[in-house]
Nanobody, 111 residues
Framework: EVQLVESGGGSVQPGGSLRLSCAAS????????MTWVRQAPGKGLEWVSS???????TYADSVKGRFTSSRDNAKNTLYLQMNSLKPEDTAVYYC?????RGQGTQVTVSS
């Protein structure tokens, strides 16, 4: 069974940083393209970043230059380093593999 468990969310001030983690199990993580998506209050899902099995990354324009996605295939773990956070980054962040998502982790950016 595919399981994705996000962690690392919290509340930070604008300009702060957080590192999200996603522990994956139930599939061959090293072969999978993994994606981060987010959902702000009252809005739909927004794609944030994807990372291929080989480590190639793509980012939404809204986070480019501030967020960095990475993976540790030995630990079956996906990461999202978020720097220079803005209030508009406030959302529940999910890691996903295809249509499958974890339970999400809340990120709140507020002064």
């Amino acid at each position: 069974e595919v399981q994705l468990v996000e962690s690392g969310g919290g509340s930070v001030q604008p300009g702060g940083s957080l590192r999200l983690s996603c522990a994956a199990s139930g599939f061959t993580f090293s072969s999978a393209t993994m994606t981060w998506v987010r959902q702000a209050p009252g809005k739909g899902l927004e794609w944030v970043s994807s990372i291929s099995s080989g480590g190639s990354t793509t980012y939404a324009d809204s986070v480019k230059g501030r967020f960095t996605s990475s993976r540790d295939n030995a630990k079956n773990t996906l990461y999202l380093q978020m720097n220079s956070l803005k209030p508009e980054d406030t959302a529940v962040y999910y890691c996903s593999r295809g249509a499958r998502r974890g339970q999400g982790t809340q990120v709140t950016v507020s002064s």
